[in-house]
C-alpha cells in the first residue's frame, strides 16, 4: 500500500472515530474556564489602528511585543527568549518587486489584464527578472507522480516556455484517492509543482486561482500582490524562479482565445490518463527587478517553570502577526488589522497562560511562544523548530492557537489533519468533559495542516494537535456555523475588513482556549510521551530520539 493511500484511510478511520465521539443528542457546553471578555479586550487592543496591523518588521511590530511581553508579565510567568531576554530573534530577508509589468498575447493579440487584479508575478531571484514571448503549455495540476499513475508532463518539452498549471492536486474534489482524498497533498503546493516546471526548462510557471481549489478568493492575490516576501536568514542563490497568478476567468478567456476548453481541460487533469498541451498562440512576457535586505524581527517567548519534570517542555503557540499596511481602500484605509487571523489566537494564547501562572506550577515547563511572521511562510514557527530554544526531543506536544474566525458558543471543535497522532483521542475525551464533540475538517482540501505554525514542528517529529472553534452553534446550530465560516472566508479572510466587532462575544475562543488549557496541563502534568500514529511519516523522525526520552 502507498504510503499515500496509508494516510488517506487512516484519516478516513479517525474522521469516522472523531464524529462518532461526540453524544448522539446536543448538549449543553460548559462554562469555559478562560474569561471571553478578557480575550476580547486584548483582541480590540491587538487590532486596534494603533498597532498598524501587526506587519513583522512594521511600525507595528514595536507596540505588539511591548503588550504582549507586558501581558506575559504581569501574568507573573518568566522570560524564555535568548539569553534571558523576552525575545527570541528571527533574522529575515525581505524582498521588495518594483516596476512590474506583465503581458500576456494570443495569435499576436494582448489578452486585457491588469497586475494586481487579474494576475500577479513575483520571484525570489535577486536583481531583473524577464521573459519575452515565452510560449504557454497547460500541465493540468503539474503533478509528477508517474507511480501514482499521473505524469502530467509527460511528453512535453518546456525549454523557454511557461508551465500554467491548476491549485491543489487531483483529488481535491474527491473523498478517496491517491492523493488522499480532499485531503491536500504534498505534491498539491507550488513549491513541488515549480520544482518539476523548473528542472524541465521552464523559464516561469503560472498557477490558475479558483476558489474551490485554493479556498481563499482571488482578493486575497490582489492586496498582496505589493507586498515584500521574506525567507529566514541570508538571501538564498536563486536562478529561475519567476511565478505568478491568474485568475480562473481570466484564463478561461485567455484558452478560449487559443480554442481551448479550461474547464473541460481541468476536468480531465483529474484523470490519470492526462497529458500536457500546448495552449496555441499564447505567450507571456514579464519584467521587474528584486531587490534584498535583511530584516530583523522577534518570536516573544514566555515560561512557566516546571517543578519535578523541569526538563521537559509543553509549547503553546500562536502567531501574532497580520498583514500589517497595504494598498489603500477606496475609503483610504491602509490598514489591515487581522483581528481574527491571528489577533483572536493571541488573545488566546494570553488567557492560557494566564491561566497557568494563576494555577500550581506544573510538572513540565510550558512555554508561550507568540511567532512572527506566520503568514509569510511559518518562518518565525520555523526558526524556533530549526533553532530551539529548549531541545525538541524532550519536547512533549506542541499545541497551536490559531481559531479562524470569531463565533459565539458552541456544541463543537473542528478538529484540523485527523489521524496522525494519539493526542486526538485525549482531544475528544477531554472536549467530551466540556460538553463539545469533535467534528471532521471542514473543508481538508485546503490544506489547513500544512498552513499553520505546528506544521513546522510536526516535520520535526515533535507530536502536534490542531483544533478551533466548531460550527455547531448553539444559537442556530452548524447551518449557522457554516454560513459564517462562508462569509468570512470569501469576504473577510486576510481582507482589510477582518477588523474587530464590539457585537463579538469570543465565547468559542474561550472554549477552545478552555480545552487547550486542560488539555495540555495534562501533558504538562504527566510523564506521558505523545506519539504518532502507524503509517504517519513523523513517526519513524521522532522514534531517532527515543533514548532522549527514556
Known amino acids: 500500500m502507498s504510503p499515500h493511500r496509508a494516510r488517506g484511510r487512516l484519516s478516513q478511520a479517525l474522521a469516522l472515530l472523531v464524529l462518532t465521539a461526540g453524544p448522539v443528542v446536543a448538549q449543553t457546553p460548559a462554562a469555559p474556564l478562560l474569561d471571553a471578555a478578557a480575550i476580547k479586550r486584548d483582541v480590540q487592543i491587538l487590532s486596534s489602528d494603533a498597532f498598524f496591523g501587526r506587519g513583522p518588521g512594521e511600525a507595528g511590530e514595536t507596540a505588539t511585543l511591548d503588550h504582549l511581553v507586558g501581558q506575559f508579565r504581569a501574568a507573573g510567568l518568566q522570560p524564555g527568549g535568548d539569553n534571558g531576554t523576552w525575545l527570541q530573534d528571527v533574522n529575515l530577508t525581505r524582498y521588495d518587486r518594483t516596476g512590474a509589468e506583465v503581458a500576456i498575447h494570443v495569435n499576436g493579440r494582448p489578452l486585457p489584464l491588469a497586475l494586481a487584479d487579474d494576475i500577479s508575478v513575483t520571484s525570489m531571484h535577486v536583481g531583473s527578472n524577464a521573459i519575452a514571448d515565452a510560449p504557454l503549455v497547460f500541465v493540468g495540476f503539474g503533478v509528477d507522480e508517474p507511480g501514482l499513475g499521473y505524469d502530467q508532463f509527460a511528453g512535453i518539452d518546456l525549454t523557454g516556455k511557461v508551465a500554467v498549471f491548476l ?23 507550488l513549491g513541488a509543482k515549480k520544482r518539476a516546471a523548473f528542472a524541465r526548462g521552464a523559464v516561469a510557471v503560472l498557477q490558475i486561482h479558483q476558489f474551490e ?23 538564498p542563490e536563486r536562478g529561475t524562479d519567476l511565478s505568478g497568478s491568474i485568475r480562473f476567468e481570466v484564463a478561461s478567456d485567455l484558452f478560449a482565445r487559443a480554442g481551448l476548453d479550461l474547464p473541460a481541460l481541468a476536468l480531465a487533469a483529474r484523470t490519470p490518463g492526462f497529458r500536457a498541451v500546448e495552449v496555441p498562440g499564447a ?16 518570536n516573544v517567548v514566555a515560561m512557566q517553570p516546571g517543578t519535578t519534570r523541569a526538563d521537559e517542555t509543553v509549547i503553546y503557540g500562536a502567531h501574532w502577526d497580520a498583514y500589517g499596511i497595504g494598498p489603500a481602500y477606496p475609503d483610504g484605509d491602509t490598514i489591515r488589522n487581522g483581528a481574527v487571523d491571528n489577533g483572536i489566537g493571541t488573545a488566546t494564547l494570553l488567557e492560557v497562560a494566564r491561566h497557568y501562572a494563576a494555577a500550581p506550577a506544573p510538572e513540565r515547563t510550558v512555554l508561550f511562544i507568540a511567532y512572527t511572521s506566520e503568514e509569510g511562510g511559518l518562518l518565525g514557527a520555523y526558526e524556533y523548530a530549526l533553532r530551539p530554544l529548549r531541545p525538541l526531543e524532550t519536547t512533549a506536544a506542541v499545541l497551536n492557537l490559531d481559531p479562524h474566525l470569531a463565533l459565539p458558543m458552541t456544541r463543537s471543535l473542528e478538529l484540523i489533519g485527523a489521524g496522525r497522532t494519539d493526542l486526538e483521542a485525549d482531544l475528544a475525551r477531554v472536549a467530551d468533559g466540556q460538553g463539545l464533540s469533535i467534528e471532521a475538517e471542514h473543508d481538508p482540501a485546503a490544506g489547513w495542516y500544512g498552513r499553520s505554525d505546528h506544521f513546522a514542528y510536526a516535520e520535526q517529529g515533535v507530536p502536534v494537535i ?11 446550530g452548524t447551518e449557522a456555523g457554516m454560513a459564517r465560516i462562508a462569509t468570512y472566508n470569501s469576504h473577510d479572510y486576510h481582507q482589510r475588513s477582518d477588523a474587530f466587532d464590539p457585537a463579538w462575544d469570543l465565547v468559542a475562543a474561550a472554549q477552545e482556549g478552555t480545552v487547550a488549557y486542560l488539555l495540555g496541563r495534562e501533558i504538562a502534568d504527566s510523564g506521558r510521551w505523545p506519539g504518532w500514529n502507524d503509517g504517519v511519516a513523523y513517526k519513524t523522525l521522532r522514534e531517532a530520539s527515543e533514548d532522549r526520552r527514556r
Open 213 to 235: 481549489t485554493a479556498s481563499w478568493p482571488f482578493q486575497q492575490i490582489r492586496n498582496a500582490d505589493p507586498d515584500p516576501k521574506f525567507v529566514r536568514g541570508p538571501a
Open 466 to 476: 490542531y483544533f478551533r472553534a466548531g460550527a455547531d452553534l448553539v444559537e442556530g
Open 283 to 298: 505567450t507571456m512576457s514579464a519584467a521587474f527587478t528584486i531587490a534584498a535586505s535583511p530584516m530583523l524581527t522577534h
Open 167 to 189: 491549485m491543489n492536486d487531483p483529488d481535491y474534489a474527491s473523498e478517496t484517492g491517491p492523493f488522499n482524498g480532499r485531503n491536500r497533498s504534498p505534491q498539491g503546493g
